[in-house]
């Protein structure tokens, strides 16, 4: 469970988060939603405690991601915007290279990474090196590096950048398990199709501020539009500019 | 602990594997500075074994007025050849660079001798051409041996014993021993041994950063549950091992490639044994951790793998400029350049080379200096390691 409260963050003049306070829970998935540079990044980097807010607290199952950033990431399995992967290991050494770092006792280390090869069905090319992978299945493996200490909390930033249809549908799958199985799954993305197919909560961002945070019927309601683009444009125009 | 030692090993799998990083690390440094090396010594010696072995072949215009003084020429390795037409042709050919030298004999050199006036002789010649230099040197010396020849004949027949025109006998007393002779040659491996170090691992030090960011593998590495001092280390450490192994790579090609070179024919000995490479690599050892640091300090400052490759190559040369100033104003080792990395291990390493005494306390002051610096350019860069702007 994430809880953000009230996060400030600015870079130089710039004021890329104002503010922004939401709940993700335990066996539900909440989008961040947002257009380009609406400060979704941003707040996610604060939550895998890349960054420190300027003010403003989060926490992730109780653990604050300042004062315990440590216990903290130890609670989460992120994947950052673009992430990359070491182009002379094998996809199973990148994962297992994780599961390492992440404290698994070397023992279980070969368990737990056949078994999350599996999940995501990446046998195919586990043995191979990551070199020349392509953006699908460079995803699958840095999601499987990610998710391989099992971590309660799941944070996923623009997960289905440059993915064909096949792949969106299985990391579709995939995130529904993970909610299935009772973890808690924030994804950010600035397309409202895939959040509304997925999302059980969907909080909006547009200019570092959260415009609406609701379920999407609720947003339906309360923007008073039925078509979720328009209600998307229509909460954007919520937020004061500056 | 567990985790600095995941991340080393994962650093040293990846880097064998890595060609770039392979290359730089065992062929760059090891191959190619002793083969430079061994250009260069060859090169100085053919130079100076063509001096006194090969025929100089010496036009001369006007030779038939001075037999003697061409035989005495031919009795120093000298040989006349007919020279240009007149002394202007011959300038010419010295300035376009068909002769290097001519020597010009004027028709009243047989009458002027005769009357024990100074003959005048001519020595055409570009002192600015280097190579034409040493040969003019030697006709120079041979032309003047022949004047002190004639003039001790001369003060004979007037019953005066020629020994007075001598009022000095300069004996000089060379105390270098041969290993000495070759010290300021070979003066020159620190300098590569330093380079091959710094190669070694200056792959690994960009990929701490610059490399990690652009690749996008640093924020998933730094989301994970350690910390960025254990990951630095780690990083440093595996760059520590890559640069070890270039370094004994390359002390012991040089060990192999100066018994190819004929350092006894310039009456040099090099005392590069298996005692002084292990010593050799003893003493650089320190300068390691310092070098890992600096280049992995430097590669954190930059944005991308292209701007980090630019400034280490920078970074390559720092640490050899005090070994060029060092050696350009010839200075002995002296107790406050031990404080100096990178300056301390030249000098000592030249001592060792020479055969000299080395210094305990310079050496424990060297090592000591070096490893003192190491740690703190570490720890400065873990501390920057730590900041946000690393993710750039």
């Known amino acids: 469970m994430i809880r953000v409260e009230g996060i400030h963050k600015s870079f130089g003049k710039v004021r890329a988060v104002r503010g922004v306070s939401f709940n993700a829970l335990d066996g539900k998935i909440t989008g961040l939603l947002g257009p380009n540079g609406a400060g979704k990044s941003t707040t996610l980097r604060v939550l895998y405690t890349v960054l420190k807010p300027d003010a403003g607290s989060a926490h992730i199952d109780g653990v604050d991601v300042v004062s315990d950033a440590l216990s903290a990431r130890r609670r989460i399995g992120a994947l950052p915007h673009g992430s990359g992967l070491y182009p002379h290991l094998t996809a199973r050494e990148n994962v297992a290279y994780f599961a390492h770092l992440c404290g698994l006792d070397r023992s279980e280390v070969d368990d737990r990474v056949d078994e999350i090869i599996r999940l995501l069905e990446i046998e195919d090319f586990a043995e191979r090196r990551t070199k020349g992978f392509s953006q699908g299945q460079r995803t699958k493996v840095s999601l499987a590096r990610a998710l391989v200490h099992d971590p309660q909390n799941v944070l996923l930033d623009e997960p289905s950048n440059g993915l064909d249809v096949m792949a969106t549908r299985s990391l579709r799958r995939l995130i529904l398990k993970l909610k299935d199985s009772g973890r808690c799954v924030l994804f950010s993305s600035h397309v409202m199709q895939e959040v509304a197919a997925l999302c059980d909560n969907i909080c909006i961002i547009a200019n570092g501020q959260v415009a609406i945070d609701d379920s999407v019927d609720g947003i339906r309601s309360r923007t008073g539009c039925d078509d979720l683009e328009d209600a998307f444009v229509h909460a954007i125009n919520m937020v004061d500019p500056e | ?392």
């Open chain 2, 1 to 392: 602990m567990r985790t600095v030692l995941v991340v080393f090993a994962k650093e040293i799998i990846e880097n064998l594997r890595d060609r770039r990083t392979l290359a730089s690390a065992l062929i760059m440094g090891p191959v190619f500075a002793p083969a430079v090396l061994a250009f260069v010594i060859n090169l100085s010696i053919t130079h100076s074994m063509e001096d006194v072995e090969h025929t100089l072949e010496l036009p001369v215009i006007g030779g038939e007025l001075a037999p003697n003084l061409l035989s005495y020429l031919s009795s120093q390795n000298i040989d006349a050849i007919a020279g240009p037409e007149d002394r202007t042709a011959a300038i010419n050919a010295v300035k376009t660079g068909e002769h290097d030298i001519v020597l010009v004999i004027p028709g009243e050199f047989g009458e002027q001798l005769a009357s024990s006036v100074p003959a005048k002789i001519e020595l055409v010649s570009d002192q600015a051409n280097t190579d034409a230099d040493r040969d003019a040197r030697r006709v120079r010396n041979a032309l003047r041996g022949y004047g002190q020849e004639l003039g001790s004949v001369r003060l004979l027949a007037r019953g005066i014993n020629p020994a007075v025109l001598r009022p000095l006998n300069i004996d000089e007393v060379d105390v270098s021993t041969p290993s000495g002779r070759s010290g300021m040659l070979l003066g020159m491996m620190s300098y590569f041994f330093v380079f091959a170090t710094l190669m070694g691992g200056m792959y690994l030090a960009i990929d701490a950063t610059a490399g990690e960011r652009e690749r996008g593998s640093l924020e998933p590495l730094l989301s994970l549950p350690v910390t960025r001092d254990q990951l630095i280390l780690g990083k440093i450490g595996a760059t520590c091992v890559f640069m070890a192994l270039s370094l004994a790579l390359s002390l012991l090609s040089f060990h192999v490639a100066l018994n190819f070179m004929p350092l006894e024919q310039l009456g040099m000995t090099s005392n590069f044994g298996p005692g002084v490479v292990l010593a050799a690599f003893l003493l650089f050892a320190p300068f390691i951790l310092l070098g890992a640091a600096v280049m992995t300090l430097v590669a954190s400052f930059t944005k991308s793998y292209r701007e980090a490759q630019t400034w280490l190559s920078v970074v390559l040369f720092a640490p050899t400029m005090p070994i060029f100033i060092v050696s350009i104003l010839t200075l002995r080792p002296r107790l406050e350049f031990m404080f100096v990395p990178s300056l301390s291990q030249h000098l000592l390493l030249v001592d060792m080379v020479k055969n000299e005494p080395v210094n305990n306390l310079h050496v424990t002051i060297s090592v000591v200096s070096t490893l003192f610096f190491g740690a703190l350019l570490t720890w400065i860069c873990a501390r920057l390691y730590r900041r946000e702007g690393l993710l750039g």
